[in-house]
T-cell receptor
Framework: GENVEQHPSTLSVQEGDSAVIKCTYS??????FPWYKQELGKRPQLIID?????GEKKDQRIAVTLNKTAKHFSLHITETQPEDSAVYFC?????????????FGKGTLLTVNP | GAVVSQHPSRVICKSGTSVKIECRSL??????MFWYRQFPKQSLMLMAT?????????EQGVEKDKFLINHASLTLSTLTVTSAHPEDSSFYIC??????????????FGPGTRLLVL
């Protein structure tokens, strides 16, 4: 099955700096890669996603890049703000039977210091 | 759009009792719903996938007789933890997807249910 590795597990940055989180996946058939932000005790919220036929996608301060050949994708947050502090999960979507299912990375705890 | 609700938000029960958790898609018809379990400071672990009107597909290592899943309609799935024990205490989160949404593979998550078994 699919295996998703995520690094780093914790990341501390100063407000205004950029943050980068990296993930690798093992199944070349994976074709959709969402990123979720989860605040303590809350639901995971989709912040950006990318399909396998696209190399980069940007939404304001957030961008995701995908390298299909190397099987890795990254989340970039620019001009970080304290409210960006949360756990971020990457995921890879693979078809399992009649459904697509997500395999999640272990998460990155991002702390943005004022 | 794509709002998912979950009820209850937290439940405390005695060991040996059963607990039912409901997951509803409020503004779309969810052909597929997923149930996850999350331990503190850990990632989301998929327990099972359910399609409306079909039996759920359980991940390896998940006891289907212990975690009963019913997906009776396009907007409701339920997870029943039977004969709960303290080791079943966890954060249970559902998600839903639909091929009619912009990205059919996107999963939208409910707010989660925190279960504490005494």
């Amino acid at each position: 099955g699919e295996n998703v590795e995520q690094h780093p597990s914790t990341l501390s940055v100063q407000e205004g700096d950029s943050a980068v989180i990296k993930c690798t996946y093992s199944d070349s058939a994976s074709n959709y890669f969402p990123w979720y932000k989860q605040e303590l005790g809350k639901r995971p919220q989709l912040i950006i996603d990318i399909r396998s036929n696209v190399g980069e996608k940007k939404d304001q301060r957030i961008a995701v890049t995908l390298n299909k050949t190397a099987k890795h994708f990254s989340l970039h947050i620019t001009e970080t703000q304290p409210e960006d502090s949360a756990v971020y999960f990457c995921a890879a979507s693979t078809r399992g039977g009649s459904n697509y299912k997500l395999t999640f990375g272990k998460g990155t705890l991002l702390t943005v210091n004022p | 759009g794509a709002v998912v609700s979950q009820h209850p938000s937290r439940v405390i029960c005695k060991s040996g009792t059963s607990v039912k958790i409901e997951c509803r898609s409020l503004d779309f018809q969810a052909t597929t719903m997923f149930w996850y379990r999350q331990f503190p400071k850990q990632s989301l672990m998929l327990m099972a996938t359910s399609n409306e009107g079909s039996k759920a597909t359980y991940e390896q290592g998940v006891e289907k007789d212990k975690f009963l899943i019913n997906h009776a309609s396009l907007t409701l799935s339920t997870l029943t933890v039977t004969s709960a024990h303290p080791e079943d205490s966890s954060f249970y989160i559902c998600s839903a997807s639909s091929p009619l949404l912009a990205v059919g593979q996107t999963q939208y998550f409910g707010p989660g249910t925190r279960l504490l078994v005494l």
